[in-house]
C-alpha cells in the first residue's frame, strides 16, 4: 500500500497550483467568514473532492490495467484509496477546527467551543458519508459518469428532503421528538462525537466491503 | 515457467480457447492478427480479466494461490497501458522502490540515462519510443525473473525497436533460468529474438514451433496445376490458390528439395506463414 501512497501523493503535488488556491481561499475566507463551520466544512470538502480525483489519473489513458500488474490486489487497491480520502477529510477537518478556535481566540471572539467540535464532527461524518457513496461509484461507474450520478442523487436527497418535510407525525402516534432531542441533550459533547463518528465509521467500512466486491469484478 | 490449460474466454463475438506453456530460461514469442487473441491471453495471465475455464499456472502454483511476493518476481509491459502520464520518472522510482523488493535503483537510473529518458519531465510529455523504452526498463528494473511483454515494440521505428530487443537480450544473459513471453505483429522483432513461437488464428492456438525450425524447415512452395496433382502432399500444411497454381506450406524443405528440384520453394518467414495460416486450406 505504501507504494499506492506515494504514488497518489505525487500525483496529488502536481496540483500544487490549486492547493496553493485553495489554501488562499481558505485564508480569505477565514478572515472575512462570521461562521466558523462553513470554513472547516468547505476546507474537509474541498479536500476530500481533491483526494476522490485520485482515481480519475488511475483510470484515464487505460492505466488500471498495469496498475494491477504491480504486486498489489484490488482489495490493497480499495483501501488505500478509503485510507486516503479518511486521512485527507480528517487531517483537514482537524487542522481547519483548530485554526478557527486559534482565530477565534486571538480576535477574542465570543465562540462556543463544544457546539464548534460537534459541528466539526458532523462535518467530518458528512463528508464520511460523501465518500462512502462517492467512492463506489466513481470505482464502478468512472470518474466520467460520477457528474451525471451526483446530479441523480442529489436530485433523490432533495425529492426525499422535500418528502419528509411535508410528512406530518400523525396524531396518536408514539414517536416522542421531544424526548428524543432531550436524549441528545443528555448525551454530551463527547456522546455526540462518539455516536457520530461511529455511523461515519459504519457508512466506510459498508462502502469499503461494495466497493472491494466491484474492483474484484472488474475486467481490465 | 506458465502452463495454461485450455483457458476459455468469451465475448459476444470471440471465443478464447488456448493452451500453451512457456518454458524457464526460454523466449516464447506469440504472434497473430490483430483481433486474434493475443492481448487476452496476456490479460488472463495477469488476471486482469476473469476466465471462464481453464486454468493458468505460473511458477508452479495456480494462479489464485499467487502471492504478492510471487508477483514481485513477474515485470511487464503493456503496450496500451503503463503509469499514469502526469508522473515523472523521478516519482516513480519510490514507487517501485516500495514495491518490489530487489528493485534496483541505481542500475534503473544508470539505463534512464542511458537511453536519454529525463528523470524529471512528465511521462505524457515522452516521445512513443521513450515509452516503450521506459516500459521495458521498468519491467526489468527489479530483478524479474518472468518478462511478460505485450507488444512492447509497437510504434516505434527500426533502431529502437532493435534498442527494444538488445535491451531484452542483455536481460536474459544475465540469467539462464529468465523468461520472456512476448507477443508481437511484427515477426522480423520474434524472429531474432524468440527460442520458439506460438500462432494464435481467432482465439486458438494453431501452431507452435521452435524458431530455428521455422525458419529451416518450413518453407512455401510455388506449383503450377500440373506438378501440384503429381506433388506428394503428405508433408504439405496449408495450401492457397494462386493465379499461377498453388502456394504450399511445409514443414519439410528438406523432402521437396531433394525430390523435386524443378519447383520453386522459398524460404519460409514468418509473415509469409501467418499469411499461409490463415488463409491457406488444408
Redesign the interface.
Known sequence: MKGLLIKDCRLLLQQKNFIILLFLCTIFLFTMAEEPSFIIAYVTLLMVMMFLGTVSYDEFDNGYSFLFTLPISRKEYVLEKYVLCVCASLGAGIVATIACLAGAFVRQNDIEVQTLIVGAACILAVSAGILAVMLPIILKYGPDKLRTISFVIAGVIVACGMLLSKLQIPEGSTIDLAGIMKFIETLGTVGIVVIVALIGIAALIVSFLISVKIMEKKEF | MIKIENLKKNYSKFTLDCSMEVQPGMITGLIGQNGAGKSTTF?SI?????MDGGSIEIFGKDMSAMT??D??Q?G?A?S????????RIK?II???A???DAFEKEEFIQQCQQFKLPLDKKLKEFSTGMKAKLKVLVAMSHNASLL?LDEPTAGLDVVAREQVLDMLRNYMEKDENRTILISSHISSDLEGLCDDIYMIHEGKIVLHEETDVLLSDYAVLKVDETKYDLMDKKYVIKIVKESFGYKCLTNQRQFYQENYPDIVIEKGTIDELIMMMIRGDK
Open positions: 490479460k495477469l488476471g486482469l480479466i476473469s504478492q511476493k508477483r514481485q513477474i511487464v503493456l496500451d497501458s503503463g503509469f499514469s502520464g502526469w508522473l516519482d519510490p514507487i517501485l516500495s514495491m518490489y511478460i
